[in-house]
C-alpha cells in the first residue's frame, strides 16, 4: 500500500520544475532532474512517513538525486543550447529590460557556490521555511542560515558587478 | 555584523516574513538607525521578487513529467514527444518505444554515466583524418566478431545508410568504471559531408530498460538508452532532431 499516490505528487511537479530549473539553468536538465527526482521518489515512497511534509520530502528526494549526479560530473553544467536560453528568456520577460535583469539574475545564481544557490532557492523561491529547508538538506538550521546569509550576499555583490558582457572588463580583486 | 539583538539571522528572518510583529517592529527600528543594513535588506527583497519573476512562469509551462508511477500512468516522456513530433515512425515503433518507456525503472546514473562517455569518445575520436577506427568498415564482419567477443555478448554495427551515414568502422574503448570490467565498443558513421556520427555499445551492469534520453555537452548531442544486457549512445554534432530519428532507427534495427 503505497504511503501517497501519483496523484498527490502530480500536483507538486511544477514546484519541482521550478526549483530544478533555477538551480541547473537549463530546461532539459531540470526537466531530466525532476524525472529522475520523480522516479526515486516513487521508488523510495514506502520511507515517506504519513503526515510529514511530502513538499519538503520531494525536495530532499530531488537534492540526494542532484548531488549523487554532480559527484559523478554530471553533463548539466554546459547543457544549455543557447537557443533554448534565448528562447526561454524571450518568454519569460515581457519587456527587454526584464530580460536582462532575469538573465543576470540566471547568471549570478549559477555562480553561486551550489550549497548557496540551493538555500538561497529553496528561501527565496520555494519559500520553505528554515526549518524545512533544514530538512530539506539534512543540515542543522544554523547551517541553513550560515549558508543562506553568504549565498544572498553573495548574489547581491554578482548582481552589483553586472554582467560582464555589459561593462567589458569586470573588475579583478 | 550589528549590534544588538538584531543579528544577521533576524535579518533574513525579517527579510523572509518569518518574524512576529514585535520583532519585526524591532528591525524597523535598527534598520531606521543603521542605512548599510536597510541597503541589504532592501537588496535581498529585491533578490526573491526577482526569483519570482524569472522562475514563476515555469510553474505554468506545460510538461509531461509523471509521477514513476509506470504501472498506472502512461509514460509519456516529454523527450519521446518531442521526437516523435518531430520525426514520422511507425505505430510499431512508437509501441516498442513506449514499452521501453513503461519497464521503466531506470539506472538514472548509469545512464547518464554512458552518454558522458559517449561525449568524451566522439569528441576524441571523430576529429580524427586517418585513424578515426581500429577496424575499418570494409572489415565488418571481423569488426563485428571481434567486438562481440571483447564485449562478452554479441553486438551488432546498425546500418545507418537510409540516414546517409556510412559505417567507417569501430574501435574498442577501455572499461568505464561504473559499467563494470568489460570493454566498450564504438562504431563511427560519417555521411556524404564528411559528419561524423558515433554509436557507443556497452554492458551495463543492471539490466533495466530505459526510454531513450538526451544529453549534450558542448555542441555534442547525445540520445542514449539502455535495452536489456546493452546500453547504447549515439552522439554527433548535429540538431537535435536528426539525431533524433537516426536513433530512432537505430533502436528499429536492434529490436526489429
Do not use: C
Not at chain 2, 541597503?39 to 509523471?66: I, K, M, T
Not at chain 2, 555478448?153 to 545507418?160: G, K
Amino acid at each position: 500500500m503505497p504511503a501517497f499516490t501519483a496523484a498527490d505528487i502530480e500536483s507538486l511537479i511544477p514546484r519541482l520544475r521550478r526549483f530544478a530549473r533555477a538551480l541547473t539553468g537549463s530546461r532539459e536538465a531540470a526537466d531530466d532532474l525532476t524525472q529522475d527526482t520523480l522516479e526515486r521518489a516513487w521508488a523510495k515512497r514506502e520511507l515517506w512517513q504519513a503526515g510529514t511534509n511530502l513538499r519538503a520530502w520531494l525536495f530532499a528526494v530531488m537534492h540526494g538525486v542532484f548531488v549523487n549526479g554532480r559527484r559523478r560530473g554530471r553533463l548539466t553544467e554546459s547543457l544549455d543550447a543557447p537557443e533554448h536560453a534565448a528562447r526561454e528568456r524571450a518568454d519569460d520577460a515581457a519587456s527587454a529590460e526584464t530580460a536582462i535583469a532575469v538573465r543576470e539574475l540566471r547568471e549570478a545564481l549559477l555562480r553561486l557556490p551550489e550549497e548557496q544557490r540551493q538555500i538561497v532557492l529553496l528561501v527565496g523561491l520555494e519559500q520553505f521555511s528554515y526549518a524545512e529547508a533544514a530538512e530539506v538538506l539534512s543540515v542543522p538550521i544554523g547551517t541553513v542560515m550560515s549558508r543562506l546569509a553568504r549565498g544572498r550576499e553573495r548574489l547581491r555583490q554578482l548582481l552589483e558587478e553586472g554582467s560582464p558582457d555589459r561593462h567589458g572588463l569586470r573588475r579583478v580583486k | 555584523m550589528t549590534g544588538g539583538p538584531v543579528n544577521e539571522a533576524r535579518l533574513h528572518a525579517y527579510v523572509d516574513g518569518a518574524l512576529s510583529d514585535g520583532e519585526r517592529a524591532e528591525v524597523d527600528a535598527h534598520l531606521a538607525a543603521h542605512a548599510d543594513d536597510a541597503a541589504r535588506v532592501g537588496a535581498y527583497r529585491a533578490q526573491n521578487e526577482a526569483l519570482h519573476r524569472a522562475f514563476d512562469p515555469v510553474l505554468d509551462e506545460p510538461h509531461s513529467l509523471h509521477p514513476g508511477a509506470a504501472r498506472h500512468v502512461p509514460p509519456a516522456r516529454w523527450r519521446w514527444s518531442a521526437a516523435l513530433a518531430a520525426t514520422f515512425v511507425g505505430g510499431a515503433v512508437i509501441g516498442a518505444i513506449l514499452h521501453a518507456g513503461w519497464q521503466g525503472q531506470r539506472t538514472g546514473r548509469a545512464a547518464v554515466a554512458i552518454a558522458r562517455q559517449a561525449a568524451l569518445a566522439h569528441a576524441a575520436y571523430t576529429p580524427e583524418v586517418r585513424h578515426p577506427v581500429e577496424v575499418s568498415a570494409s572489415d565488418e564482419q571481423h569488426l563485428v566478431a571481434w567486438l562481440s567477443k571483447r564485449l562478452g555478448t554479441p553486438v551488432r554495427a546498425p546500418s545507418l545508410v537510409s540516414a546517409g551515414y556510412q559505417l567507417l568502422g569501430g574501435r574498442l574503448l577501455p572499461p568505464a568504471g561504473e559499467a563494470g570490467s568489460a570493454p566498450v565498443a564504438l562504431f563511427m558513421y560519417e555521411n556524404a559531408q564528411g559528419k561524423r556520427l558515433s554509436l557507443l555499445v556497452r554492458r551495463e551492469p543492471s539490466s533495466s530498460d530505459t526510454a531513450f534520453r538526451f544529453a549534450a555537452q558542448g555542441s555534442t548531442r547525445v540520445f542514449y538508452w539502455i535495452d536489456g544486457p546493452l546500453g547504447y549512445a549515439l552522439a554527433g554534432e548535429i540538431g537535435k532532431d536528426e539525431l533524433s530519428a537516426v536513433a530512432l532507427g537505430v533502436y528499429r534495427q536492434l529490436n526489429p
